[in-house]
């Protein structure tokens, strides 16, 4: 065998394909190995080159090699060729693809922690929300349904450390009347003021006076107060219109 004949006889396409007789086989097997140069331009696979470059194995099928390549075979070869000749530019960008997943993997669990915060955000807004408009709903004035009314009587040795009267807080609303007994205090024009305790100030009455009974008379609307403890203080007023403290008593509303 010669390269003339190899050539008009398609000799390399059918070895690749695997019709070649055994003899024609060993043949150009053996010519492969003689003559390097030429298998050195034959197009085909890299790692079939190598091994026609080698000594033959004496239990070859054909005396040469193992066994003549079929078309299976030498796609299997081109696909081993192809990865084993990747460039280290194929591989840079394979890790690099391998990087840009991980970053978006990293960005998508960060946006989703990001939106259960922002979901929690709002729940408790909403949750706020719902307190607030519970607290305008009790605090909203309603008429009164009827008159509950207390005597109070003021001490006047300082505050009182206990409430003088304990109420259960009213509803539907109810005007509460409170007669404060001001028969021991000798002032005859008062000014009330009454603050709900660790708050704020209620209101403040100025210049009341008493009944024939020596007694104070307020009436609340139990809806314009909350349930809570509340102070109530008892200032007189002097000829000269100052001031001065004359008692104290607590009411309590539960």
């Given at each position: 065998?010669?390269?003339?004949y190899?050539?008009?006889?398609?000799?390399?396409e059918?070895?690749?394909?695997?019709?070649?007789?055994?003899?024609?086989?060993r043949a150009f097997?053996?010519?492969?190995?003689e003559h390097?140069?030429?298998l050195?331009?034959?197009?085909?696979p890299?790692r079939?080159?190598?091994?026609?470059?080698?000594?033959?194995?004496?239990?070859s099928e054909?005396?040469m090699f193992?066994?003549?390549?079929?078309?299976?075979?030498?796609?299997?070869?081109?696909?081993?060729d192809?990865?084993?000749?990747?460039?280290p530019s194929?591989?840079?960008r394979?890790?690099?693809?391998g990087?840009?997943?991980?970053?978006?993997?990293?960005?998508?669990?960060?946006?989703g922690?990001?939106?259960?915060?922002?979901?929690m955000?709002?729940?408790k807004?909403e949750?706020?929300?719902?307190t607030?408009?519970t607290?305008?709903?009790?605090?909203?004035?309603?008429?009164p349904?009827?008159v509950q009314?207390y005597k109070l009587t003021p001490?006047?040795?300082?505050?009182?450390?206990a409430p003088?009267?304990?109420?259960?807080?009213p509803?539907?609303p109810?005007?509460?009347e409170?007669?404060?007994?001001?028969?021991?205090?000798?002032?005859?024009t008062?000014?009330?003021?009454?603050?709900?305790?660790g708050?704020?100030?209620?209101?403040q009455?100025?210049?009341?006076s008493p009944?024939s009974n020596?007694?104070?008379r307020?009436?609340?609307n139990s809806?314009?107060?909350?349930?809570?403890e509340?102070?109530?203080?008892l200032?007189?007023?002097?000829?000269?219109?100052?001031?001065?403290?004359?008692?104290?008593t607590?009411?309590q509303?539960k």
């Open positions: 065998m010669d390269r003339a190899i050539e008009s006889q398609e000799v390399v059918r070895y690749l394909s695997g019709d070649l007789l055994v003899r024609e086989a097997e053996k010519y492969c190995l390097p140069e030429f050195a331009r034959l197009p085909i890299v079939l080159k190598t091994r026609l470059a080698k000594r033959p194995f004496e239990d054909t005396g193992p066994a003549i390549p079929s078309s299976a075979t030498r796609e299997a070869a081109e696909m081993s192809d990865i084993d000749d990747l460039s194929d591989s840079q394979a890790e690099g693809r990087r840009q997943l991980a970053l978006l993997l990293v960005a998508v669990l960060v946006a922690a990001g939106i259960a915060y922002h979901l955000a709002v729940q807004l949750d706020r929300l719902a607030m408009n607290s305008a709903e009790t605090a909203r004035l309603k008429p349904s009827g009314s001490g006047t040795q300082g505050p009182q450390s003088s009267v304990s109420v259960a807080w509803d539907p109810q005007l509460l409170l007669r404060i007994d001001v028969t021991e205090v000798r002032f005859n008062f000014s009330v003021t009454i603050e709900k305790a708050e704020a100030r209620i209101m009455i100025r210049r009341i009944d020596r007694e104070l307020i009436a609340l809806s314009a107060f909350g349930p809570g509340y102070h109530i203080d200032q007189g007023y002097t000829w000269r219109g100052e001031l001065v403290d004359a008692g104290w607590r009411l509303l």
